[in-house]
Every structure is written in C-alpha cells, then in structure tokens.
C-alpha cells in the first residue's frame, strides 16, 4: 500500500494543528511555513478535513483552524480515510458478497486479503493524534529546530 501526499501531508498538518491549536486558531500560512507544505495544497486537503468533521474553521481576525474533536479521539485512520478513501490495499469481490465474484465460494486467498485489509485498518485506528503530538514534541525536545515534523524521504 502506498500513500499518496494527500495522506502524508494531511497527516503531518494535523499533527501540527494539534500541537499548536491548544491556545488559539492556526492559520493555513503558519501550517505551511513550518512543514513546508504549499500554502493551496494545505487549502485543498483542509477543505476534505473539514468535510470529514476533524477540522473547524474559525474566521475573521484572529481565525484559522481548530480540531473538531479532541486529537485523542482522532485517529491516523480517521485522518488518512477523510483524505484518500479506503485504505484497503487489494479490492476483493469474494469479500463482498453482493458484488457478484463467481469464485468466492471457493477462492481461500480471499481471507488472505481480509486479513491484511483488517491488520491495516486496525493498526491506523489504534494510533490517535495525540500520541504523534506527544511523540513529536518528544523527538524534538532536544533539537534546534521544534517545528517541522520530519518524514524520511525513500525511492
């Protein structure tokens, strides 16, 4: 399964509207500065945020964006679904009966697929947002530079 930047930018700007939306909106300028996110992508996967109920936005002056709910009842999950839809990474009729698959009563890799879709979606949803928060401040409590959180670049 591979995540798209909807999802690992999404992530990382609500871990960071987390971490510093405990006192008073944040704005979308403020996000993209410290995560190095474009201020119009940071729009757009606002706007699905939103849609989702995980983010509110607060206007006039002095406005930004707020958490919907408390990051302890947020989860990765909740995040990366709101932004890239189903996590399941293989699509399998046999899982779905109503869907029509003329080798379901027969096939056994489907609970194959079951049991890596299942182990996915379990595992996103038992991690919440304030444990990142907790674990972000945590990482860089000794470093120069608190506000960006980090993500390896692979190939």
């Known amino acids: 399964m591979k995540l798209s930047t909807k999802g690992r930018y999404g992530l990382r700007a609500l871990v960071d509207l987390a971490q510093y939306s405990e006192q008073e909106p944040v704005s979308i300028t403020s996000i993209a500065a410290r995560q190095g996110i474009s201020e119009r992508y940071l729009e757009q996967l606002m706007c699905l945020l939103k849609k989702a109920g995980l983010v509110r936005s607060i206007r006039g002056a002095g406005g930004g964006y707020v958490l919907d709910?408390?990051?302890?009842?947020?989860?990765?999950?909740?995040?990366?679904?709101?932004?890239?839809?189903?996590?399941?990474?293989?699509?399998?009729?046999?899982?779905?009966?109503?869907?029509?698959?003329?080798?379901?009563?027969?096939?056994?890799?489907?609970?194959?697929?079951?049991?890596?879709?299942?182990?996915?979606?379990?595992?996103?949803?038992?991690?919440?947002?304030?444990?990142?928060?907790?674990?972000?401040?945590?990482?860089?409590?000794?470093?120069?530079?608190?506000?960006?959180?980090?993500?390896?670049?692979?190939?």
């Not at 009729?93 to 009563?105: Q, T, Y």
């Not at 990142?132 to 692979?154: H, N, P, Y």
Request: some cysteine; glycine content about 6%; charged content about 30%.
């Open 69 to 155: 709910k408390e990051a302890a009842d947020i989860s990765v999950g909740d995040v990366l679904r709101a932004l890239e839809g189903s996590l399941d990474p293989v699509e399998c009729s046999g899982l779905h009966p109503s869907e029509g698959c003329r080798s379901s009563d027969v096939c056994v890799t489907k609970y194959v697929w079951q049991k890596i879709n299942d182990s996915i979606n379990h595992t996103v949803d038992e991690i919440k947002l304030d444990q990142l928060v907790a674990e972000s401040r945590e990482l860089c409590a000794g470093t120069k530079d608190q506000t960006i959180i980090c993500e390896k670049k692979t190939k």
